[in-house]
């Protein structure tokens, strides 16, 4: 009888959406388990780096960026903030305190003086950190948003697969694209503006461009944009 090999696998990579596995040992050779930090450290270094990533972000905020459990991130954050590793500021309007970063003071403090203008238009990726979040993204932006690629299509709002839309540091509409890419055509199937939000030329001009810039990427991961 021929003994069992057995061993500890790892995702090395992933090729056409499907993971490659290999032996954990050549994946990280460096690797020793004893090196693994306990739980509260790892929640605290977590928690620091949602921080940093968010900007100016109430707990649950924190807690989601990393899927981490809400009571425990609002403790951690309480305590982080009284050693003095993250720092709190109030937003008129809202009941919860946020957390800025150390690092992040500087910039938080721009914004609030209104010496930080955006002006950058750009599709965003259901993923993004700026919607992933959906509940985030409809205090922070007012913006309801969900992908529908899992919902039927009789049920489908806006849909399979739309992309949130970012100007001027507002999320002002979604757009349902498709890429043909056989063909070489990068096709707008629908374009929704937020209501209250006003399509005039500048939203037109900037709105073009990012999606020239889409197609464009489109174009160099097999397909040209027409």
Request: net charge negative; with cysteine; charged share 25%.
């Amino acid at each position: 009888m021929i003994d069992p090999i057995v061993g500890d696998l790892m995702i090395d990579r992933r090729e056409n959406f499907q993971r490659v596995y290999d032996l954990r040992e050549r994946v990280l050779p460096e690797w020793d388990d004893a090196r693994i930090p306990d739980v509260e450290t790892a929640q605290r270094t977590l928690i620091l780096a949602a921080a940093q990533a968010l900007g100016a972000a109430p707990a649950r905020w924190l807690a989601d960026y990393f899927r981490l459990n809400k009571a425990e991130t609002v403790r951690i954050a309480a305590a982080l903030a009284a050693n003095g590793a993250l720092a709190t500021a109030r937003v008129e309007g809202w009941r919860d305190p946020v957390y800025i970063h150390p690092g992040n003071l500087p910039l938080a403090q721009a914004a609030a003086d209104g010496a930080i203008e955006s002006t950058v238009t750009t599709l965003l990726s259901p993923f993004d950190p700026v919607v992933w979040d959906r509940r985030r993204a409809l205090e922070l932006f007012g913006f309801d948003y969900r992908i529908e690629c899992y919902t039927p299509a009789p049920k489908r709002r806006y849909g399979y697969f739309t992309l949130p839309i970012l100007h001027r540091g507002a999320l002002i509409g979604r757009l349902d694209p498709k890429a043909h890419r056989k063909d070489g055509v990068f096709e707008v199937k629908a374009l929704y503006i937020e209501p209250g939000v006003d399509p005039d030329e500048d939203l037109a001009l900037a709105l073009a461009a990012a999606l020239r810039s889409c197609a464009a990427w489109h174009a160099g991961s097999g397909s040209s944009p027409v």
